[in-house]
């Protein structure tokens, strides 16, 4: 089973910053295309972007975009997602995932309708945006 651990939440004020980071183990994450969910209590798991397996692609939700910045590093076997501006609605728990094929050139309305494409996911690591 591919293992990806997320880190890098916490607790930010709003206007804040975060970065969070994606790592894998026991695979290599250049061979797929990498999203990133959030799930806020009460509330169905939503894509908020994503990024194809060679980067050149990447996509955001409305809600994040100018906000929030996707990247890989493939040589560290990493994927990190900047979250700048942050409001309290961003509260969450942040996932990654490992996708397969050409799911990031989508929308990400469609990333999120075709989750069942992640194969792999985190276990989440929890965004709170708060005075």
């Known amino acids: 089973q591919l293992q990806l651990v997320e880190s890098g939440g916490g607790l930010v004020q709003p206007g804040g910053s975060l970065r969070l980071s994606c790592a894998a183990s026991?695979?290599?994450?250049?061979?797929?295309?990498i999203g990133w969910f959030r799930q806020a209590p009460g509330k169905e798991r939503e894509g908020v972007s994503c990024i194809s397996s060679t980067g050149g692609s990447t996509n955001y939700a409305d809600s994040v975009k100018g906000r929030f910045t996707i990247s890989r590093d493939n040589a560290k076997n990493m994927v990190y997602l900047q979250m700048n501006s942050l409001k309290p609605e961003d509260t969450a728990v942040y996932y990654c995932?490992?996708?397969?094929?050409?799911?990031?050139?989508?929308?990400?309305?469609?990333?999120?309708?075709?989750?069942?494409?992640?194969?792999?996911w985190g276990q989440g690591t929890q965004v709170t945006v708060s005075s």
């Open positions: 995932a490992a996708g397969d094929g050409n799911i990031c050139l989508h929308t990400m309305d469609v990333v999120t309708t075709f989750q069942a494409r992640f194969g792999s």
């Open positions: 026991r695979f290599t994450l250049a061979y797929y295309a």
